[in-house]
């Protein structure tokens, strides 16, 4: 898939901008604060519907304006689509594909695959396990939209059954009540377990095989699903019977706490490389390269999952890597459409780039 044009209006620092884009290599190069990065996120936007650097959708809208918009023509397997976005202060997030409203965000999933890196994605590697988790919760959601439904009902199920937790403990008679909440938290709650473990399954093969090309060899990567419930792929009865039996377990301590401390909310994924936690104790290096490695092999999983290439979004990553990497990098990219962002092109002295399109980015605007 890729996308052949993109244009923006009151986003960021673009009053107006109309770009057609080409098919393989588009290279934004520009001076810092500029604008290169913005166009990344747009597009990343029109994939997820989220920006992923604001929380807060509006944020986008162009300083001093009321509205903004987003439209992206991709070209697809499944035919051309459109994908528009509207945000105003006013009102709330508007998203069409080809010209229909899409009511709930869900829908947009799958529509559009992008693969972002950036340099904080060695947050993936070295931070808390909120990153790993979003990490699953995003890249699963896009794959398959009942993922992304079953965590909102999860979500939802936690928040009330931790709402009844605090309660019990200033009126113990509602415990009664408990088994109601824990059956449900169990049945949404092993749906995602059991699609986490699917999907890190999968992508452990892909992520091995790149890093072991990307590191020569030298390096053996392997991730794990790391959960006070279960670590391997189970049938899904016996999840929820594990479930269960440890939900019942913690159910005083959760009482006494007022939340629940075991389930999907509270998993992670371990990275080890030649068999150390490189969370905790890989260098920057490793931990670069591992991110750079887990992100190239969603690349592979998504074109197994779906029959076709997502786009891959680099925003600041030349810089970041050595020139072997960047050489492994660009080489591995031959059918996929690639969006780079850079300040100056030196990492183009080395590499070969025949099919390319170069905009210059200054002050909101492409040249
Ligand atoms: N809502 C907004 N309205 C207007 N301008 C904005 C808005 N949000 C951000 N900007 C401006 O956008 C610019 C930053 O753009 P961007 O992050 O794309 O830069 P960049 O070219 O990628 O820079 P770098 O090389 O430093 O990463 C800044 O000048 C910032 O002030």
Redesign the pocket.
């Known amino acids: 898939m890729y996308i052949e044009e993109l244009h923006l209006k009151n986003y ?2 673009y009053n107006q901008l109309d770009l057609k884009l080409h098919p393989k290599i588009n290279i934004f190069v ?1 001076n ?7 166009i990344i996120e747009s597009i990343y936007l029109m994939s997820i519907g989220k920006s992923h650097r604001s929380s807060k959708d509006k ?5 001093g304006q009321d509205h903004a918009f987003l439209m992206g023509k991709f070209n697809t397997t499944q035919g051309q689509k459109t994908i528009e976005i509207g945000l105003s202060h006013q009102r709330k997030k508007l998203i069409k594909r080809n010209g229909i409203v899409l009511e709930k965000i869900g829908e947009l999933l799958g529509q559009v695959n992008t693969v972002l890196f950036s340099p904080e994605d060695l947050r993936l590697i070295k931070e808390g396990p909120v990153e790993r988790r979003n990490f699953l919760d995003r890249e699963i959601s896009n794959l398959r939209p009942q993922y992304y439904y079953a965590l909102l009902e999860y979500n939802k199920i936690l928040q009330q059954r931790n709402h009844l937790l605090k309660k019990i403990k200033i009126q113990p008679s509602l415990r009664d009540t408990l088994p109601l909440w824990n059956e449900q938290l169990i049945n949404m709650g092993s749906k995602i377990i059991q699609m986490r473990l699917h999907f890190l399954k999968k992508i452990n093969v892909f992520t091995k095989s790149l890093h072991h090309e990307i590191t020569d060899g030298f390096e053996k990567i392997e991730l794990f699903y790391q959960s006070t419930l279960i670590s391997s792929l189970e049938e899904m009865q016996q999840i929820k019977e594990l479930f269960g039996k440890e939900l019942k377990k913690s159910e005083n301590n959760d009482i006494k706490k007022g939340t629940t401390t075991i389930g999907p909310h509270r998993d992670d994924i371990k990275i080890n490389v030649n068999k150390i936690d490189i969370r905790s104790f890989g260098s920057q290096g490793q931990q670069r390269t591992a991110a750079l490695s887990l992100k190239l092999s969603l690349i592979q999983l998504i074109y197994t999952e779906t029959g076709e290439f997502p786009i891959l979004l680099l925003d ?1 990553v030349m810089s970041e890597l050595d020139q072997k990497r960047q050489k492994k990098l660009i080489h591995s990219l031959q059918e996929v459409q690639t969006f780079i ?1 850079c ?1 100056d092109l030196s990492f183009l002295e080395d590499i070969e780039l025949k099919e390319k399109k170069i905009f210059e ?1 200054q002050e909101g605007r492409a040249k």
């Not at 604060?33 to 913005?38: E, F, R, V």
């Open positions: 960021r620092n520009g810092n604060a500029q604008g290169k990065t913005n944020e986008i809208i162009a300083w600041d962002t300040t980015i």
